[in-house]
């Protein structure tokens, strides 16, 4: 099975390197001159694409292997899909981004059957920062996909001696797993950069989750699904280590310090996301809605702390 990888950045760079130990991958990026002259992503000094690694910025080339990873920024995924001219019957297009469309207020399997229904559409998703992965560390991730034969030949070519992938035939729950605990790091960075501690992240992590699943399950989504890696597993990770973009987002706004504008934060579209959906079926979902208020300067970490802590008294 030829494999190849869209986006050049951390992790795209960090799947090619742990993929080409199996068999020969092609890295599609937009830009790929600092690429090509060193063999190094920007987003991820310090590792080197093997020789088996063909780097292109020709998606036509891109998409003529026979599983297409599409590691891009969630609120670009659409714009990529359209702009594929290939024919992709009988492709596999594996999601390696993680969030909700904001204007389909969909996950990006989802978004792949809606734009091209002519391919297989599966998830890669679990706890793992990218250069952990390109390192050969140990690595166990989910891989979602509704057709079980397909995900069978996913499972066996994607995985390797140190990235061990798990296969689910829930595609909603890996989906949204992966999206909301970006949310609820964006949340538990602010409680930690304003002091609060770690009993309230805990806390916070621990009603996070339940609004993770309340959302997830009202949407078809398996609970277990989201008690796996796709869901506790990453919410653990994302929120306890200052390796995740989201978090430090987070830390950022408790501290009332600037962020940089060129990091993607996936955690602040889809915490808007999210909450409109909820808003629609009528689901509470305080943690998500005070996020997505945060992201866009809407409330303070002081405003928002208070709101959760006046809540009215209820079982657990």
């Not at 969630?74 to 969030?99: E, F, P, Y």
């Not at 166990?140 to 995985?159: F, I, K, V, Y």
């Amino acid at each position: 099975m030829r494999v190849a990888v869209l986006g050049g950045g951390a992790f795209g760079s960090a799947l090619a390197v742990a993929l080409a130990q199996t068999g020969p991958v092609t890295l599609w990026a937009r830009n790929v001159d600092t690429l090509l002259e060193t063999r190094e992503s920007p987003r991820l000094p310090g590792i080197r694409l093997p020789d088996t690694v063909d780097i292109t910025a020709d998606l036509d080339q891109g998409c003529a292997a026979d599983a297409i990873l599409f590691s891009t920024p969630m609120q670009s995924l659409h714009g990529l899909l359209k702009g594929i001219h290939t024919d992709l019957t009988g492709k596999h297009l594996v999601a390696c981004c993680k969030g909700i469309d904001l204007k389909a207020l969909e996950g990006p399997a989802t978004l792949m059957a809606h734009y091209r229904p002519e391919a297989t559409p599966a998830i890669l998703t679990g706890p793992s920062f990218a250069a952990d992965i390109a390192r050969g560390l140990p690595t166990a991730l989910t891989l979602a996909c509704t057709d079980q034969e397909a995900g069978a030949r996913l499972q066996h070519r994607l995985s390797t001696p140190t990235l061990r992938l798990y296969r689910s035939k829930d595609v909603i729950g890996a989906e949204l797993g992966g999206a909301l605990k970006n949310v609820m790091a964006i949340a538990c960075g602010a409680c930690m950069g304003a002091g609060l501690g770690d009993s309230a992240r805990a806390a916070l992590m621990t009603r996070g989750f339940a609004e993770m699943t309340r959302l997830a399950v009202s949407m078809g989504a398996h609970s277990d699904t989201l008690a796996g890696l796709s869901g506790l597993g990453d919410l653990t990770l994302t929120c306890t280590s200052d390796l995740s973009r989201n978090y430090r987002f987070g830390y950022a706004l408790g501290q009332g310090a600037a962020f940089d504008p060129t990091v993607t934060v996936e955690g602040a579209a889809t915490a808007r996301a999210a909450a409109r959906i909820a808003q629609a079926q009528k689901l509470p979902m305080p943690i998500v809605e005070t996020v997505a208020q945060m992201a866009k300067g809407d409330l303070t970490v002081p405003q928002a702390m208070s709101d959760l802590l006046s809540r009215p008294l209820k079982d657990e």
